[in-house]
């Protein structure tokens, strides 16, 4: 769609819970800032979701809000959730509007980049040495194994209880993610490694299968096979031995919170969760920062708006294909952090003598006037 000539982008957004808004507030300000500088507009829906929908209509999500979701070129999320929902027992869970979206747009596959800017280094609790040059970016199955499978729970009389948990596989499931991950393998530094646990689980012996005859199709691709518990142990020795990292949907949950730490603060990491519509523009995608919530810093103005503002570079990229745009948000922001802006979650006690400690709607100001004031036309997002 054009607007006057100008591309038009029809993005929903799902501000959430806690900092949520925050966050959501922050990044639509960078992809409007963009939009000028780069000559598109964005054509904005805002979608209740979360707690704030089971306040206002006793849901999750609605379905009718699902559709205007399907209906976008892509979805921007905030986070869901807070103490106010939290009873696990609860029938209405604000975390079921994200199964409902998952599982409504068809979205099979959750990317989690992992980058250590230099400036950061001494927010992770890694030593310094093997962070040098941590670039890497994990594939998570997004809708099938044991989250998706048959269970039973415990029967309430104590003495012989019992749960069953399954976790099946199709192979087409196996197929459509790894064939994703071999496609962004291709396009960084050629080295992919899949994910299982083929000395004991069935499913994952199927997902080498499916890998080994997917091999052909990338003969210059350096695909090996990595048992989770030992890749759970590199990843924390020598993280930047990895590129791309596919694996199926309880063992990327994991490893995905692990990788996460080696960046110091969630408040600085991105993720996008494709499936296999295109739309006239690109690739159907939903984005989100991977952190959740954050209830005791919401409304505060406190909260990083960083990883929020590089899941909507990854639209850019994934959805728009506009890797001009995309390189140019994930410019501004390592220039900001050059520059010395922190918010709070990373800032060390001598950032707070230099005045540069801000909050999130300084920080976003910060990224915008460093992509108005850049010349990088060039660049890519993972
Ligand atoms: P959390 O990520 O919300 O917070 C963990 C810690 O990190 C907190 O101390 C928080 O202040 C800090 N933090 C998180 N994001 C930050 C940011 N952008 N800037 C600065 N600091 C930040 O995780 P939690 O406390 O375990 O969960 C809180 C709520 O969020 C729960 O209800 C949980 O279910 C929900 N949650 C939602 C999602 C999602 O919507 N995708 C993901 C995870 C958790």
Redesign the pocket.
């Known amino acids: 769609m054009t607007d006057g000539g100008l591309a038009r982008y029809r993005i929903a957004t799902i501000p959430?819970?806690?900092?949520?808004p925050e966050?959501v507030a922050a990044a639509r300000r960078v992809v409007d800032a963009a939009g000028r500088q780069f000559g598109f507009t964005v054509e904005w829906t805002e979608i209740v979701a979360?707690g704030a929908a089971i306040d206002r209509y006793g849901v999750a999500i609605r379905p009718e809000d699902v559709q205007l979701c399907r209906a976008s070129d892509a979805v921007l999320?905030?986070?869901?959730?807070?103490?106010k929902?939290?009873d696990p027992s609860a029938s209405v869970r604000?975390?079921q509007a994200?199964f409902a979206l998952r599982g409504g747009l068809g979205l099979f596959a959750n990317l989690r980049p992992v980058k250590v800017h230099p400036a950061l280094v001494a927010s992770s609790p890694l030593r310094p040495e093997l962070l040098d040059g941590v670039d890497l970016l994990i594939v998570r199955e997004l809708t099938g194994g044991i989250y998706f499978g048959e269970r039973q729970e415990a029967a309430d009389a104590p003495g012989d209880r019992r749960a069953v948990d399954t976790m099946p596989y199709g192979e087409e499931e196996i197929r459509r993610v790894v064939s994703l991950a071999i496609g962004l393998a291709l396009k960084r530094r050629q080295r992919l490694v899949s994910v299982d646990k083929a000395n004991v689980l069935a499913t994952s012996r199927l997902w080498r299968k499916i890998v080994e005859e997917l091999r052909w199709r990338a003969p210059d691709l350096e695909i090996t096979h990595q048992l989770v518990d030992s890749c759970a142990m590199l990843l924390i020795k020598r993280p930047a031995d990895f590129d791309v990292i596919v694996t199926e949907n309880l063992f990327g949950d994991i490893l995905s919170d692990e990788a996460a730490i080696l960046a110091g603060?969630?408040?600085m990491l991105p993720s996008a969760s494709l499936g296999e519509r295109q739309t006239e523009h690109g690739r159907f995608g939903l984005y989100?920062?991977?952190?959740?919530?954050?209830?005791?810093?919401a409304g505060q103005d406190?909260?990083?708006?960083?990883?929020?503002i590089l899941s909507a570079a990854m639209m850019m990229f994934s959805s728009f294909r506009r890797t001009d745009v995309s390189g140019a948000i994930d410019a501004a922001v390592s220039r900001v952090l050059d520059d010395g802006w922190r918010?709070?979650?990373i800032a060390e006690p001598r950032d707070h003598d230099g005045g540069l400690v801000v909050g999130t709607t300084a920080m976003a100001t910060a990224v915008i006037e460093a992509l108005e004031t850049s010349d990088t036309r060039a660049g890519a997002t993972p």
Do not use: K, Q, Y
Not at 77 to 83: E, N, R, S, T
Not at 288 to 297: R, V
């Open positions: 959430g819970d806690g900092v949520g966050v979360g999320l905030g986070a869901v959730g807070g103490p929902w939290s604000p975390e994200l603060s969630l408040g989100e920062p991977i952190h959740g919530s954050a209830p005791d810093i406190r909260a990083n708006p960083i990883g929020t918010t709070a979650d």
